[in-house]
């Protein structure tokens, strides 16, 4: 099967948003680099999600950086699990393991960084990064070196 054929969403005009959150919804297509280090980032800024205490509307930006390796994800199946958060009722910092986890379930990235920039209800943001690399593999050093840093240069937020 071509590889265009095995991709359902991609130029699909009857595409379903799912109400709540839906992992069937991810798919991949054939990383053709995959003797190559690269980092392929994606940056979703209008996500939203439910707080499981209250059902008050969290917003933020997610952004999902990874190095490939076999697999990787279609971007608009990407868009619509990401939206599929919208009715999902959970904390900041699950939402962004759930997604994380999905994806490596998905893909077995070699390495994987997603954090979440979530705007402030009741006077406080929450920032939750979490990442991964592949155990037993350079990547897994590289994971731990990114989460020891990634904080280290906070950007300037002026704008939430």
């Not at 999905?102 to 979530?118: H, S, T």
């Amino acid at each position: 099967m071509r590889e265009q054929e095995s991709l359902t969403l991609l130029g699909n005009r009857q595409v379903r948003y799912s109400d709540d959150y839906d992992p069937d919804v991810l798919e991949t297509f054939v990383n053709k680099h995959p003797d190559n280090d690269y980092f392929v980032k994606f940056n979703c800024p209008e996500f939203t999600s439910l707080c499981p205490i209250t059902g008050q509307p969290d917003f933020a930006s997610i952004y999902i950086s990874y190095i490939p390796n076999e697999r990787m994800v279609e971007s608009k199946s990407l868009k619509l699990y990401l939206f599929s958060f919208r009715n999902h009722g959970d904390f900041h910092e699950d939402c962004v393991n759930i997604i994380m986890k999905d994806l490596i379930r998905l893909m077995e990235p070699k390495y994987i960084e997603v954090w979440g920039k979530f705007l402030p209800r009741g006077g406080i943001s929450i920032d939750p990064y979490c990442n991964y690399g592949m155990k037993g593999t350079k990547y897994e050093k590289l994971a731990w070196e990114r989460l020891a840093h990634h904080d280290l240069y906070p950007e300037k937020v002026d704008n939430r």
